[in-house]
């Protein structure tokens, strides 16, 4: 019983396509997050909904757009892919947005490969 | 911008020695957590300290948030191979939607 699922688990892509990630939790939580771990492994907010209103939105490319169709899925799509694109990009939800105490629960990643 | 500097950022250690982990800002959080991510999974919550001066053991992990709310240290008494993982320090930002700001992480390698 996954919790927080994403799909796909990896994705090889060349520079210039459009792609998709997407994102599911079974949860029951109101708030949904997209982060990206580069290389060095740092975790960076990128985005954030919560009951579908978007709240978060970092200093992101406008090449990067969420969307979220109904509570338990926020997706991702990015266009015209460039190499720096290549990361580690996680979901994740959590119950309530201003909860102080209330763990974010992490898929399992997507790893995202630009050639 | 608020930083969270977390050091080390890699750690060698054989099993049974003890160590810390830092976690310092300038700025003030409302609540620090501290995650545990392994090879090709997502991070897994340890811990949540949201008092000033706040102590908290999990089995022979302790941790600590400091009495300003800008830093917090997370200790390993004799430290096991299972221990092996990368820990994240994340802090929580005031009024801004659950947002967290992470450390850079501290790469863990317990060796037998």
């Known amino acids: 019983d996954t919790a927080v699922s994403q799909t796909p688990k990896y994705l090889v892509t060349q520079m210039g396509n459009d792609k998709s990630i997407k994102c599911e939790q079974n949860?029951?939580?109101?708030?949904m997050y997209w982060y990206k771990q580069d290389s060095k492994k740092f975790l960076k907010i990128m985005f954030s909904?919560?009951?579908?209103?978007?709240?978060i939105n970092e200093t992101v490319p406008n090449r990067f757009s969420p969307k979220s169709p109904d509570k338990a899925h926020l997706n991702l799509h990015i266009n015209s892919l460039e190499l720096g694109d290549s990361a580690v990009y996680f979901c994740?939800?959590?119950?309530?947005?201003?909860?102080?105490?209330?763990?974010?629960?992490f898929g399992d990643g997507t790893r995202l490969s630009i050639l | 911008t608020q930083l969270l500097e977390q050091s080390p950022q890699f750690l060698s250690i054989q099993e049974g020695e003890n160590l810390t982990v830092y976690c310092n800002s300038s700025?003030?959080?409302?609540?620090l957590q501290w995650y545990r991510q392994e090879p090709g999974e997502g991070p897994v919550l340890l811990v949540t300290?949201?008092?000033?001066?706040e102590v908290k053991k999990l089995k022979r992990l302790t941790f600590q948030f400091g009495d300003a709310r800008k830093d917090s240290s997370l200790h390993i008494t004799a430290a096991q191979p299972g221990d092996t993982g990368l820990y994240l320090c994340?802090?929580?930002?005031?009024?801004?939607?659950?947002?967290?700001?992470f450390g850079q992480g501290t790469e863990l390698s317990v060796k037998p």
């Open positions: 700025s003030v959080f409302s609540s």
């Open positions: 909904y919560n009951n579908k209103e978007l709240i």
């Open positions: 300290v949201v008092t000033g001066g």
């Open positions: 949860l029951g939580h109101d708030t």
């Open positions: 994740a939800s959590s119950q309530g947005a201003s909860a102080n105490n209330q763990p974010q629960h």
């Open positions: 994340a802090g929580r930002v005031y009024n801004q939607g659950g947002k967290l700001i």
